[in-house]
């Protein structure tokens, strides 16, 4: 029908104009990071683009619910503001009646998020991890910080005095490794280089460490003995291997069918489970909240303001912070054992619903 047509097309407009808005505003995130790659790494144009890309990719299943909510209160309080919703209901048509559009709509949003939660986004979370971890071994000194002490480089505390970052060199170099608890180690080099070395796999990172004119300390605390060891120069391997205990993979990083296998291959209980588990129906529930915001959207819509695109915009902040904060303390109540993963995720869902059917009823006369 022309109604539904008319009713599609006020809220696609704003729905792609807020999809692409928040997808720029996340972007805007992580532009200092991204300009480091650039600056920093050296990285190619194509390369930082479809880093980018890969990024943007991340932060779509946060953008469409969001941008649908914002794209029906601006389209309700339009309709409310301008006096035409009145003129629909004098025709004969309801609220539920203008909602069914956009229903069968929100059924499309949702299923393209379930397609983007189960696969597409955790291999851009991959792709990105993949082409981030090639960047580093390109320049893995950058994320070395001059005059500082510089924790996790491969679990490794070092400082320089003097870092080139083109050639990858240091001066006055200390490092303190403790990767041995048992046998801790002290090194100073008057000067040394990073050297990235190709890993077997692609989530992997190795570096050859060579220091020059230096001094091992090392202090065995079961014997307690100290040991000073002068060199010439030092060769030191470091490697951290794909999906060791640095936390290079993600559960966001698994697809439907890895995180069903991870899922069965951890025991029942323990909080890898629950993680795994949680992350399956986080996944599912945030694609079912643009089903939900439709209602919710209608009823806190229809409010008679000429600001409509404000005050669409900044309620929508409001119940994207409560449902994120929601979200997050059911997560923690669940790592508690309050509530199993998939009723814990379904939480921020039934508030909105709540809200939702207070909403529309009020605004249906």
Do not use: C
């Not at 914002?70 to 003129?87: C, K, M, N, Y």
């Not at 100290?226 to 966001?252: A, C, H, M, V």
């Not at 904060?325 to 997560?331: E, F, G, H, K, L």
């Amino acid at each position: 029908m022309r109604m539904d047509w008319y009713v599609l097309t006020e809220v696609i407009g704003p729905f792609f104009g807020g999809l692409i808005f928040f997808e720029f505003l996340f972007l805007m995130f992580q532009a200092l990071r991204l300009a480091e790659f650039f600056i920093v790494h050296g990285v190619a144009a194509a390369t930082l683009g479809k880093m980018t890309l890969f990024l943007g990719l991340s932060f779509l299943p946060t953008a469409l619910p969001i941008a649908f909510l914002i794209a029906v209160l601006t389209a309700f309080g339009r309709f409310s503001a301008d006096s035409e919703l009145v003129a629909m209901k004098a025709n004969g048509f309801s609220l539920a009646r203008l909602s069914v559009p956009l229903v069968l709509l929100s059924i499309a949003v949702s299923g393209f998020s379930v397609a983007l939660n189960t696969e597409w986004v955790p291999w851009g979370e991959t792709a990105f991890k993949r082409t981030l971890i090639k960047v580093g071994n390109t320049k893995v000194v950058s994320s070395i910080k001059e005059g500082t002490f510089t924790s996790g480089f491969f679990d490794l505390l070092i400082f320089a005095d003097k870092i080139d970052t083109k050639t990858n060199r240091m001066k006055k170099v200390f490092i303190y490794d403790e990767r041995e608890p048992k046998n801790p180690l002290a090194v100073v080099a008057a000067f040394g280089e990073v050297l990235p070395v190709k890993t077997s796999t692609e989530l992997g990172a190795a570096a050859l460490l060579k220091l020059h004119n230096g001094s091992i300390h090392s202090n065995d605390i079961q014997s307690n003995t100290y040991q000073k060891i002068g060199f010439g120069e030092y060769k030191l391997y470091l490697k951290i291997d794909e999906g060791s205990t640095d936390n290079t993979t993600k559960p966001r990083m698994f697809n439907y069918q890895q995180l069903q296998k991870m899922i069965q291959n951890t025991k029942a209980g323990t909080f890898e489970n629950l993680e795994f588990r949680a992350e399956f129906w986080r996944r599912y529930a945030t694609a079912l909240s643009p089903v939900i915001f439709i209602f919710l959207g209608m009823g806190f819509g229809t409010v008679r303001t000429r600001a409509v695109r404000a005050g669409s915009a900044l309620l929508a902040l409001i119940i994207l912070i409560i449902y994120w904060v929601v979200q997050a303390w059911a997560t923690v109540q669940m790592q508690r054992g309050w509530f199993s993963p998939f009723f814990a995720m379904q939480i921020p869902n039934l508030i909105m619903l709540l809200g939702a059917v207070a909403g529309f009823r009020r605004a249906t006369w």
